[in-house]
């Protein structure tokens, strides 16, 4: 394939971000908050993209009260392309959607499937990754994924097993195929893993080519190639009664199961461009600036004693004292205090509170 590729974005914008509540509600998921900026996380995933993606080539896809914030947030999106699912049913059908939709426009074109909701450090290092990604995408008949070495034993991350052998080299950078995917492991499989140097952090951002992702679905992911079809000719005709069938009949299943961890030939490629899928509280630690005593602080916060805290208190005086790895929340309607090594529970929280009646909170 001659020339560059023509590289298309899709900006999955669904999901609430229960992890971070009680910042993050229904209405005002966490892909829509300035959590490590000034700027929403998702205004962060489209501004990365400058200058390798023209805005007529980027996509999202959300449900419909999502898309109206998107419109909002990203007046300068094409409306076209703000594709709205008739309801949230997991990534594997938002993302047949999403690529179904660039098929139709082009079936050779490539689809890079990114995250709203996660941090890029360096994000000129990760849009030189991008692009060879896409020429990789575009010249093989693979998917590609981006793979993030392991800093520590992590169980809250699925990971990537590859070998170095049969790498290819495509826009200047390698790529390794992927042997299996592997879900979160426990923390003694996780050490193996770290200890291995085989293993990756699954970034969960995808590459390919559109006509390659539907020859893919219909040999690996044979369930789901005929949703495909229905939702192509949903498209086609413009037909949203169509398209609210194929969403009332399809799986709902992450891309991950229905397809990535079935597929032959998959390539993955090192994300070393300072990721975080900025997943729980805990994770701004590492984010946010700390005070002398490593207490990471959105307001004012006066500590004695107190070290290894995350606190947003934002306009307001937090005092600390003799408390440690605590994670204290304060949005006016409600006050978190958890671990910092619990904060993945903060989603039972949620589903206590859906169990009282408690929806203002939700």
């Known amino acids: 394939m001659r020339g560059r590729p023509e590289l298309h974005a899709v900006i999955m914008a669904g999901g609430v971000g229960t992890r971070f509540w009680p910042l993050s509600r229904r209405k005002r998921p966490k892909q829509f ?9 998702f205004e962060e995933t489209a501004a990365r993209l400058h200058p390798l993606v023209p805005p007529v080539r980027i996509h999202t896809v959300a449900d419909a009260f999502q898309s109206r914030t998107i419109r909002r947030l990203a007046p300068w999106l094409p409306a076209e392309n703000v594709i709205v699912e008739p309801r949230g049913k997991n990534t594997a059908p938002s ?34 990754r991008l ?21 520590f034993p992590s169980t809250g991350y699925g990971y990537i097993h590859f070998t170095r052998r049969g790498a290819k080299t495509r826009g200047g950078e390698m790529f390794f195929p992927v042997l299996e995917f592997r879900e979160k492991p426990d923390l003694k499989t996780a050490r193996r893993f ?34 495909w079809l229905r939702m192509a000719a949903a498209l086609k005709s413009r037909s949203r009664t169509g398209l609210a069938d194929v969403f009332d009949d399809i799986p709902a299943l992450s891309i991950d ?5 079935k597929a032959e030939g998959t390539l993955v490629m090192e994300g ?11 994770s701004l ?7 002398a005593s490593d207490n990471a602080v959105r307001g004012e916060a006066a500590a004695v004693e107190a070290g290894g805290n995350v606190c947003y208190n934002p306009g307001k005086l937090t005092a600390l004292v003799g408390v440690s790895g605590l ?36």
């Open 285 to 291: 630690a590492d984010i946010w600036p700390r005070d």
């Open 131 to 151: 692009a060879a990604a896409a020429e990789a995408a575009a010249r093989e008949d693979s998917l590609v994924t981006f793979g993030v070495r392991p800093t």
């Open 272 to 282: 070393d461009f300072g990721w975080s899928d900025v997943g729980a509280w805990s």
């Open 194 to 227: 770290l200890r291995s140097g085989a293993y990756a952090w699954n970034s969960g951002m995808f590459v390919w080519r559109a006509s390659v992702f539907a020859r893919k679905l219909e040999r690996h992911a044979p369930g789901f190639f005929p949703f």
């Open 327 to 362: 994670v204290i929340v304060e949005t006016g309607d409600a006050l978190l205090v958890c671990r910092k090594d619990r904060d993945q529970d903060v989603k039972k929280i949620l589903e206590l509170l859906g169990r009282r009646g408690r929806k203002q909170f939700l």
């Open 95 to 128: 993302l047949i959607l999403a690529t179904a939709r660039v098929h139709l426009r082009n079936p050779e074109a490539v689809v890079a499937v990114l995250p709203s909701d996660h941090l890029i450090a360096r994000p000129g290092l990760f849009r030189r």
């Open 257 to 261: 199961y229905a397809l990535m961890e």
């Open 33 to 41: 908050l300035p959590i490590t900026s000034e700027r929403t996380m």
